[in-house]
């Protein structure tokens, strides 16, 4: 079991709760069956992320977002989950990275052309000198916070590492859906 107690807060990692098919990995079902057990506990539930990943950063490279990791069960079976823990008054949040979207379709689009719709979803840019003062996260892997891209022939901007572009924040279409 993976309950670990945040400032106000518990997060509990679906993989490892609790198992409700006896396949050795923890799923919705398998929260709802502990429901009780986790609304004792007086504080806002907080998933790790749930949809179906790459896996190749342990958690932040999304694959699908409008799915859910197939280890833990369907769609409907988190809709159930959310609903009983609506219900019985727990709250109930999930972990995902908004950004990390290099084989997205739209990703594919707007590297195909300048003129592309949904080039500005990401930050493009002929130089990798731009935002010159943000910090490199993660330095023993990578030099910069831009990666060329050989197809559009031009640098996206990355926050963490190359195979995961960010979002275009600055875009309203993302600013507006992500409450900014």
């Not at 098919?21 to 929260?31: A, S």
């Not at 504080?43 to 409008?66: F, K, M, Q, V």
């Not at 010159?132 to 996206?156: C, Q």
């Amino acid at each position: 079991m993976c309950l670990v107690q945040g400032r106000d807060r518990f997060q509990v990692h679906v993989r490892t709760f609790h198992d409700s098919n006896g396949d050795g990995i923890g799923d919705f079902q398998g929260l709802e069956e502990k429901l009780d057990y986790l609304q004792q506990l007086g504080s806002t539930r907080y998933g790790s992320c749930i949809l179906p990943l790459a896996l190749r950063d342990d958690g932040y490279d999304i694959a699908d977002y409008n799915a859910v990791h197939s280890s833990y069960g369907t769609l409907e079976d988190f809709r159930k989950f959310l609903g009983s823990a609506t219900t019985e008054g727990s709250g109930s949040l999930s972990n995902g990275a908004e950004s990390h979207l290099r084989s997205a379709p739209w990703f594919q689009e707007s590297r195909s052309s300048p003129d592309n719709p949904r080039r500005d979803w990401y930050v493009w840019s002929d130089t990798d000198r731009r935002y010159k003062g943000v910090r490199i996260i993660f330095l023993d892997t990578e030099t910069s916070n831009w990666a060329w891209d050989p197809i559009s022939k031009s640098f996206y901007w990355h926050r963490f590492f190359s195979h995961q572009p960010d979002l275009n924040y600055d875009n309203l279409r993302f600013g507006n859906r992500c409450g900014m």
